[in-house]
């Protein structure tokens, strides 16, 4: 079995541009631009100009990768994960406010947030997201053991609990732009002390948090 | 629950140097270098200089990220897959003989090998791994029902079957540099024809496949 070529002039046109040479003028391009990589997985991804791109692609190394517009962005971060639109939204609600926002990874929550820098204060804040239609965040904090629970736990940890519920206002999650109709709402879940018979709800208003007494 | 401070000085630094004016300027840094990221995954990777990279982590967004040296991108490759340095000993065996070698995932193969690119040429070659130790391709083409339906396949799909072993000669993997003490054999497995007595075996010299006749 020989080579099979595609089309009557492909074997003329190997022919007349070898592989060997291809391959060694991509080793020369690489080493003159001293060329270095982002490892992704078990990816390379590297920025090259349009002539060592095409030496890539003669070389048959790797594919070039389109660049994505804030739409295309949207749509891939939304395929990663469907609560993205919500989730971000959120983040960036408390994000404006200048609260440091970290996904959280120890209290089953969604984020924790910090007042400046995790260097120099403790997390203040876990934060449960609320999202409309989201079945499995619907389901959270919907029983009052669940609500006891959490608190419970966030005494102990130091932190006030704020729920955040994104309200989609009737807008689809289809473009960036959708998210400027989104609302979000604060609450911060206290205890009722019937010592002073007051009911404590707390506001969070910038990067202040203000202690409403009613 | 007010914040809590990481030490005596916390507060103080944080007061000096509020969020809200170090987002200030890590927007207007970005905006200045006109910052454009890799996407990885749900990550994206930015190439920034030292004062944008001092920016980003007093903002806490992301982390930098190390520069590998071969040692540690080869224990990287090998901590992804095991089978790693095997597999890469024979892509460049393939490579520095000026095939183009692509993974396989049509037929249950390693690679496929094109003399040249894909455009112009259909893949010539079905090429299986053997690995010494590599438990699961040890089992590969063990048997002769294995052989022979492979064999067939490749018959049907015009491409030859060329078998690599890769022979580690007592050498570790524990560094790049391991590799060039490996050595590499193919095998290229043929039909016996009883009509003309005759065993066909080829070999690959370079980017050529010679018939040899016993």
């Known amino acids: 079995m020989g080579p099979r070529w595609k089309g009557k002039d492909a074997k003329a046109k190997a022919l007349a541009d070898p592989m060997s040479s291809i391959v060694l ?3 020369s391009s690489l080493v ?3 060329a270095q990589g982002f490892l992704c997985g078990c990816n390379v991804l590297l920025e090259a100009g349009p002539k060592q791109t095409d030496l890539l ?11 994505l517009n ?3 962005l949207f749509q891939y ?3 990663k994960k469907t ?3 919500d989730s971000y939204k959120a983040y960036s609600h408390l994000r404006l406010k200048n609260w440091v926002v970290m996904y959280d990874s120890n209290y089953c929550a969604d ?3 910090y007042r400046h820098h995790p260097s120099l204060v403790h997390s203040e804040f876990v934060v449960i997201l609320l999202s409309e239609g989201d079945s499995e965040s619907n389901d959270r904090l919907r029983v009052w053991s ?3 629970g959490t608190k419970r736990l966030c005494k102990v940890i130091k932190k006030a609990l704020l729920v955040l519920s994104v309200d989609k206002n009737g807008h689809d999650a289809t473009s960036p732009s959708c998210l400027e109709g989104y609302t979000v709402t604060e609450h911060t879940i206290s205890r009722w002390s019937p010592n002073n018979a007051m009911r404590i709800t707390r506001k969070m208003i910038g990067n202040q948090v203000v202690v409403l007494c009613h």
């Not at 692609?57 to 660049?67: N, V």
Request: net charge neutral; glycine share 4%.
């Open 57 to 67: 692609l003669r070389a048959c190394f790797g594919e070039p990768i389109k660049k």
């Open 77 to 79: 971060m939304k395929s």
């Open 83 to 85: 609560t993205f639109p």
């Open 32 to 34: 003159q631009s001293d």
């Open 146 to 148: 669940d609500v006891r």
């Open 111 to 113: 984020f924790v947030a």
């Open 25 to 27: 003028q991509l080793q």
């Open 70 to 72: 804030d739409q295309e």
